[in-house]
């Protein structure tokens, strides 16, 4: 690179980390991800190494944070707050155990003291003859802003410190101020229905609810505190991080419960690794793991650089937000007919997925985050959970980023689209429109429905598409000759098809009343429905009220299962599914157990079923399963290449019997 580029690029890169320096520490909004910041920080890192000799005054990499807003009264710390060198992989927290080593010439064993890192705000409490006395944020590292008052209104701070102990007549203790995950989904929750915006994460929620010019808003807001480091202490006598956390808690200050001391680099490795499993399960946001040599004489040894100690380490998670940009909006139509609006995006990893996609729910959920196509939008993923968008970042528009509008006209049928009082999504009412169809039984034979096996989107789309198929009734129709019409179906997983279709005809009650899609009613409520109506003629006769009498279900369930099966189209699709032989059993035992005092051994393949269906089928109709033959076997089932169980059974004269005859046994027809 010619010095004159460099020097550009240094100098914007500079004003970048300066501006988002302020968006997140003065305003606690950022436009970027702290991913990103650390790749725009890391990038300055290295020019500014390589070349030196174009410094253009002082770097933002030299001051932490962003100075303090001027709506607070702002104090110095008494000893400066530093940050924390980052590592991002195994290779990196070795290379620091080797750079400490090397610096203290010493192959010693040395004891570190591996933190969660807790992803709040650093505050800075002064202790002067044992009472609080100024409480900061961080600031930009040498003074903060002074927020006592609004510390004061979270009960894990001390207002003073109770113990036989002597106690530093000054003292600054430093902690993370935080929210718990599921506080700050309520706080937000609360925000929307105020009409306010969103916070982007817990972070920003727990900085914005702390910088509030009014402590009695702080007080509202629930705020906690982990205390990590001691700053400045007169005539502190302490050896060790461990010995400092252990009198900061009996002292009264809280500390992490994940605190662990561990002896050599690879625990600290394998204590990483434990931490980011437990990550989703703990309250609070973490997003990495601080290692601090314990020693406090080897970190007088180590030192400090401008911005960190050399005896400390954050290592950094996967982040679980990340930026990207929206390259369109698509609407995907649901078996109810919602309309869903669903963001392309450009595809970015999270947290170790490949994200291309983000539901956008509906179109007021849109307007309110203002998402247009075209936008840099930061978006998240936490654990499992579809990704979604957090917010868009306006800054970034060229002016030309198109406002989306929900289409008039199903984008799938054409038929028109509305809107129902008091609802938020738009529909598609058509009750022929093939992706509602599809949707409705690719419902119906999924895991919590009927669970047919081999029934996948693709061969659902060919059945509805070449009208074979129009609702769940007529898969119990559906003829071999029908199925070997279907692309790349050959005999055989025809065959297993109509088998797995065959072997879900005896649905346990629960089940079926979930697979008919109705809408509000999740497993949940189907197995409740299920539990206490024991049979589908009685739930399809239930009053408004009797469904209201139960518990959990409220108006709107009880109003949508009547109107389920008012609608004659429902009735008439499953008496179709009646007449095919379709009987959804009873979830409590008794009568309805054919199989009752019946064991079943299987030896061999199946062919069209699989062992453990196989199995719940036989335990569902009240037979057992087991694994030898005896006496009392009442059957053995012989698949393709039977073992020893075969001869077995000859043996001892058990009856045996093939795949076929057990499917119909078990309810099928064979
Ligand atoms: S110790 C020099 N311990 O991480 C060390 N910091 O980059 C001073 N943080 O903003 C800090 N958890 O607010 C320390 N267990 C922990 C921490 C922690 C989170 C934050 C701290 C600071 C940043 C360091």
């Not at 105020?194 to 609810?209: I, V």
């Not at 809107?419 to 058509?430: F, I, N, Q, V």
């Not at 000759?481 to 065959?495: F, H, I, V, Y």
């Not at 005896?506 to 009343?513: A, T, V």
């Amino acid at each position: 690179m010619e010095n004159e580029t460099t020097e550009k690029k240094i100098s914007e890169l500079s004003a970048l980390i300066r501006h988002h320096n302020e968006r997140y520490y003065q305003y606690d909004d950022p436009e970027i991800t702290d991913s990103e910041y650390d790749r725009l920080v890391g990038e300055l890192k290295d020019l500014e190494m390589r070349f030196p000799e174009l410094a253009q005054g002082p770097s933002p990499l030299s001051r932490v944070g962003a100075p303090p807003l001027p709506r607070f009264k702002t104090s110095g710390h008494l000893s400066p707050m530093l940050s924390i060198e980052d590592a991002f992989s195994p290779e990196d927290i070795s290379a620091f155990e080797r750079r400490i080593r090397r610096t203290l010439d010493n192959s010693d064993q040395i004891d570190f003291a591996a933190e969660p890192k807790l992803d709040g705000l650093g505050v800075n409490l002064i202790y002067q003859d044992r009472r609080l006395a100024t409480g900061l944020t961080r600031g930009d590292g040498v003074s903060g802003e002074e927020v006592t008052a609004n510390l004061l209104t979270i009960s894990s701070v001390p207002r003073e410190v109770r113990t036989p102990d002597r106690v530093p007549e000054v003292m600054e203790v430093r902690g993370e101020v935080f929210i718990k995950t599921a506080d700050f989904k309520r706080l937000n929750v609360w925000r929307t229905k105020e009409g306010l915006p969103p916070f982007a994460n817990p972070r920003n929620a727990a900085a914005g609810s702390l910088r509030q010019i009014d402590p009695a808003v702080t007080a509202k807001r629930p705020l906690d505190i982990f205390f990590y480091a001691l700053g400045t202490s007169s005539d502190d006598g302490f050896t060790s991080q461990e010995e400092i956390l252990q009198t900061l808690s009996r002292w009264g200050f809280k500390t992490n419960p994940y605190v662990k001391i561990l002896p050599g680099i690879t625990q600290c490795i394998q204590y990483f690794n434990y931490l980011k499993g437990i990550r989703a399960e703990l309250p609070y946001e973490i997003d990495g793991m601080v290692i601090k040599v314990s020693s406090l004489e080897l970190q007088r040894r180590l030192g400090v650089r401008t911005r960190s100690p050399r005896w400390a380490l954050a290592c950094k998670f996967d982040p679980l937000q990340e930026t990207t940009t929206v390259e369109d909006i698509t609407v995907q139509v649901g078996r109810t007919g919602v309309l869903t609006p669903v963001a392309i995006l450009k595809p970015v990893k999270v947290g170790g997925a490949l994200i291309r996609r983000a539901t956008l729910h509906n179109e007021d959920e849109i307007s309110r985050k203002d998402i247009r196509i075209g936008d840099r939008v930061i978006i998240q993923r936490a654990g499992d959970v579809i990704p979604e968008i957090v917010k868009a970042i306006p800054g970034e528009r060229t002016g030309r980023e198109p406002i989306f509008k929900m289409p008039k006209t199903c984008p799938d049928c054409g038929a028109e689209v509305v809107r129902l009082e008091g609802e938020t999504a738009h529909y598609c009412l058509s009750l022929s429109c093939p992706t509602q169809i599809k949707e409705r039984i690719r419902h119906f034979a999924s895991r919590g429905g009927l669970d047919i096996d081999g029934l996948g989107e693709a061969i659902i789309g060919q059945l509805v598409d070449r009208g074979f198929v129009s609702d769940p009734g007529c898969l119990f129709l559906l003829k071999r000759d029908d199925l070997l019409t279907l692309e790349r179906m050959g005999e055989r997983s025809a065959g297993n098809l109509l088998a797995s279709i065959r072997g879900a005809m005896r649905p346990p009650l629960d089940k079926f009343i979930f697979a008919l899609g109705i809408r509000h009613v999740g497993e949940y409520t189907a197995a409740l429905l299920a539990r206490h109506f024991q049979d589908l003629s009685r739930l399809r006769e239930a009053t408004f009220d009797e469904l209201m009498n139960l518990r959990d279900i409220g108006p709107k369930v009880a109003e949508s299962i009547r109107r389920f099966f008012l609608e004659e189209k429902n009735l008439e699709i499953i008496r179709r599914m009646e007449r095919a032989g379709v009987v959804p059993s009873p979830l409590e035992r008794g009568g309805q157990t054919p199989l009752a005092g019946m064991t079943f051994v299987f030896t061999g393949a199946l062919l069209a079923l699989t062992r453990a269906a196989a199995k719940e089928s036989v335990e569902r109709l009240g037979g057992e399963v087991s694994e030898t033959v005896s006496k009392s076997t009442t059957y053995v089932v012989a698949g393709d290449k039977p073992g020893s169980k075969l001869a077995a059974a000859r043996n001892l004269g058990v009856k045996i019997i093939d795949e076929k005859q057990f499917v119909i046994l078990t309810g099928g027809e064979g």
